[in-house]
T-cell receptor
């Protein structure tokens, strides 16, 4: 139980284009999802907290107009990187909390490797 | 501000050589301390949650312990497949988000 599916696993896009990453909770409902960014050999950096039916809460220093988050249903959150540039290349990971599973609550997706060329 | 510091940054062990990873934390109250394992190119995989000082949890060759200031992840007789980055995170009371440490990259040589 508590599976989070993230898609795509890898994407290459041209500079200036937009890319959408999907995060789905497969067997539970997630009122809250989290988006992280991870650079090589570094830890996870929280970008934003996504709340179903309301606006996302962005961490300090994260451009909300560049990283658009939509959490339209209890099982799906999307992150759109708009007008991507090479410096946006990174590993993006989502997580969701299944409040019914207590200590196992924070489940992570498998990540999306974004390369902007 | 809540902070998590993990040490060492990297650790190389021989197969069967037991050791411990450290996670020091500063948080105003502790709702939970989490240990995750992350393989290259993958998302973190849940290992343990600890809630109060003195608590211990075990899973196969791993044992996590917690004090009021730090947590240890003990690995006993490790195997090459235990090679991964181990992440520690804390959650403050009333907070939804986790605050992660920098991780420890563990390599077990056969």
């Amino acid at each position: 139980g508590a599976v989070v599916s993230q898609h795509p696993s890898r994407v290459i896009c041209k500079s200036g284009t937009s890319v959408k990453i999907e995060c789905r909770s497969l067997d539970f409902q997630a009122t809250t999802m989290f988006w992280y960014r991870q650079f090589p050999k570094q830890s996870l950096m929280l970008m934003a907290t996504s709340n179903e039916g309301s606006k996302a809460t962005y961490e300090q220093g994260v451009e909300k107009d560049k990283f658009l988050i939509n959490h339209a249903s209890l099982t799906l959150s999307t992150l759109t990187v708009t007008s991507a540039h090479p410096e946006d290349s990174s590993f993006y990971i989502c997580s969701a909390r299944d409040s019914a599973r207590g200590e196992y609550g924070y489940t992570f997706g498998s990540g999306t490797r974004l390369t902007v060329v | 501000e809540d902070q998590v510091t993990q040490s060492p940054e990297a650790l190389r062990l021989q197969e069967g050589e037991s050791s411990s990873l450290n996670c020091s934390y500063t948080v105003s109250g502790l709702r939970g301390l989490f240990w995750y394992r992350q393989d290259p190119g993958k998302g973190p995989e849940f290992l343990f949650t600890l809630y109060s000082a003195g608590e211990e949890k075990e899973k196969e060759r791993l044992k996590a312990t917690l004090t009021k200031k730090e947590s240890f992840l003990h690995i006993t007789a490790p195997k090459p497949e235990d090679s991964a980055t181990y992440l520690c995170a804390v959650q403050a009371p009333g907070a939804q988000k986790l605050v992660f440490g920098q991780g420890t990259r563990l390599t077990i040589n056969p």
